[in-house]
Nanobody, 123 residues
Framework: QVQLVESGGGLVQAGASLRLSCAAS????????TGWFRQAPGKEREFVAA????????HYADSVKGRFTISRDNAKNMVYLQMNSLKPEDTAVYYC????????????????WGQGTQVTVSS
């Protein structure tokens, strides 16, 4: 069983940066691949970024490639999402996720979800 708690969301202007954090607890976290997903009002939850259990491989949605960076620190049981050059279309609730699939891109393959953190980007 893994528990995930996100933090770091907020209201920012377009062009700004934010760093989301995901604190994990529970046995075996370092064995799980992890990712970030987001859900905007009226839309389905979508993949944003993923990193393998070792941190050695990352994957990004085309919409965030070059602007967002995912990383993890297994010693601290933490996963991060650095978001730069934010756009109004990045506004959504961001969810941390863990699972065994590589890459962790499909919501149906996620084993554990966090509760989400709101990111709002104003124009």
């Amino acid at each position: 069983q893994v528990q995930l708690v996100e933090s770091g969301g907020g209201l920012v202007q377009a062009g700004a940066s934010l760093r989301l954090s995901c604190a994990a607890s529970g046995r075996g976290f370092s064995s799980y691949n992890t990712g970030w997903f987001r859900q905007a009002p009226g839309k389905e939850r979508e993949f944003v970024a993923a990193v393998t259990w070792s941190g050695g491989s990352t994957h990004y949605a085309d919409s965030v490639k070059g602007r967002f960076t995912i990383s993890r620190d297994n010693a601290k049981n933490m996963v991060y999402l650095q978001m730069n050059s934010l756009k109004p279309e990045d506004t959504a609730v961001y969810y941390c996720a863990a699972g065994f699939t590589v890459p962790l891109r499909a919501t149906t393959r996620v084993g554990y979800w966090g509760q989400g953190t709101q990111v709002t980007v104003s124009s």
